[in-house]
């Protein structure tokens, strides 16, 4: 007679099995801050490619429609009478100078709102004189009529003072004026922002008398905006 077998009841009776983990694996990702940080950084770059394509345009359309030309700077005359030094080191001088301004521009006239006018010898200045302020319209000439006139204390080195002496024997100084601006150009009804550019004019003046400029050679002054 067969064996019986024992009911199992379907329970199971093999290896363990050990229990599943509740611990779940995952990658961790980036973090978003980088993210929207080069998202930042690309959209400022587009915004200042954008606007500096924009104020190209601006001033391209600007110079086509109105043409603007260089205003000009020329010394025509300039009359030294005096231009010594005393014992104590002070500069007596006595300087005229007869300066024109053309605007060749069609469209564009031009606020000259404060003109300093200085006058330097070796680097050093010894005068400054404010002139009145005035507008020029298109295409026209104006003249500026400084007169640096007194004395003051000019602190030479040897290298200068000798200089000075060969320029004393020779009856030409070299005299530096530089007239300091705050202008604004105006086209049609606009007015443009103040701008600040300075005028050199590098001359060679010889001393005369009674106000004469015989020798002096018309100079052409320079512009730095």
Known sequence: MAEKQPQLNGAYYGPSVPPKSSQ????HGRGRGCGCCGCLLCFLLKFIISLVVIVGL??????LIFRPNKVNFYVNEASLTQFNFTENNN????????????????KIGIYYDKI????????????TEL??????????????????????LVLLG????????????????????????RIRFKVGKLKT????????CDLKVPLGSNGNS??????KCDIDF
Do not use: C, M
């Open 58 to 63: 601006a001033i391209l359309i600007f110079w």
């Open 193 to 200: 922002w103040k701008l600040k550019p300075k005028i050199e």
């Open 24 to 27: 779940s694996y995952h990658r």
């Open 158 to 181: 040897t290298d200068e003072l000798s200089e000075f002496n060969t320029e004393k024997s020779a009856g030409v100084y070299n005299i530096d004026v530089k007239l300091y601006l």
């Open 91 to 106: 500069l007596q001088y006595n300087l005229a100078l007869n300066i024109t301004v053309r605007n060749p521009n069609k």
């Open 214 to 219: 015989a020798g002096f050679e018309r100079t």
């Open 116 to 127: 300093e006018a200085r006058a330097y010898y070796e680097d050093q200045r010894f005068d």
């Open 131 to 152: 002139l009145t302020p005035f507008y020029q319209g298109h295409k026209t000439t104006s003249e500026l009529n400084p007169v640096f006139q007194g004395q003051n």
